[in-house]
């Protein structure tokens, strides 16, 4: 059984595009997150959800929008890709205040 | 704001050696700690945490990592390294939101492995 599931695992697409990342987690956790993965491996935290509302939004562009159907849900949608989205997509889920976080496999993701 | 500084972007250890790789911290309170590996494709598992308490912190598959708050340091060592331990390793410190209930870990740019047999 799969912690935390991403979908899909490799997405390319033309600038300009928009597309959707999905998320879900099966933990029972209550908040989850998007890290983006630079092609130099950096990871940096773009968004976090707790019970469905925004808890952490780090100066990511507009066009990054995050929703949370629900506490297991965590979707990313982009609009207007560029080509500095190239970059891969990590999911993660933690229980609120407990630090360690499950990391989905990562979505892959490549602007042509 | 804290930062983590991983001194080694890549290290290559024989089959069998010892291995540590360095993690320095910058966080102006008690610092929550971690290890995280990363095999090729996959995602980011956690090896190990320090949050309190004793500062040598044993993990999984043999890992284990000394608080040092002298030297602001959380090196990772193992002492006999195995062809399956390839991978990238990333350390992070870890902060609590705001609002209390989302933790928020800035990671290090990681330290790629390499065994040779």
């Known amino acids: 059984d799969t912690a935390v599931s991403q979908t899909p695992k490799y997405l390319v697409t033309q600038m300009g595009n928009d597309k959707s990342i999905k998320c879900e987690q099966n933990?029972?956790?209550?908040?989850m997150y998007w890290y983006k993965q630079d092609s130099k491996k950096f990871l940096k935290i773009m968004f976090s959800?707790?019970?469905?509302?925004?808890?952490i939004n780090e100066t990511v562009p507009n066009r990054f929008s995050p929703k949370s159907p629900d506490k297991a849900h965590l979707n990313l949608h982009i609009n207007s890709l560029e080509l500095g989205d190239s970059a891969v997509y990590f999911c993660a889920s933690s229980r609120g205040q407990a630090y360690h976080l499950f990391f989905g496999s990562g979505t892959q993701l490549s602007v042509l | 704001a804290q930062s983590v500084t991983q001194p080694d972007i890549h290290i290559t250890v024989s089959e069998g050696a010892s291995l540590e790789l360095r993690c320095n911290y910058s966080?102006?309170?008690?610092?929550?700690l971690f290890w995280y590996v990363q095999s090729p494709g996959q995602g980011l598992q956690l090896l190990l945490k320090y949050f309190s308490g004793d500062t040598l912190v044993q993990g999984i598959k043999g890992f284990e990592a000394e608080f040092k708050r002298s030297q602001s340091s959380f090196n990772l060592r193992k002492p006999s390294v195995h062809w399956s331990d390839a991978a990238e390793y990333f350390c992070a410190v870890g902060a609590l939101s705001p609002t209390g209930t989302a933790s928020k870990l800035t990671f290090g740019t990681g330290t790629r492995l390499q065994v040779t047999l």
């Open positions: 933990l029972g956790h209550d908040t």
């Open positions: 966080y102006g309170a008690t610092p929550y």
């Open positions: 959800y707790n019970n469905k509302e925004l808890i």
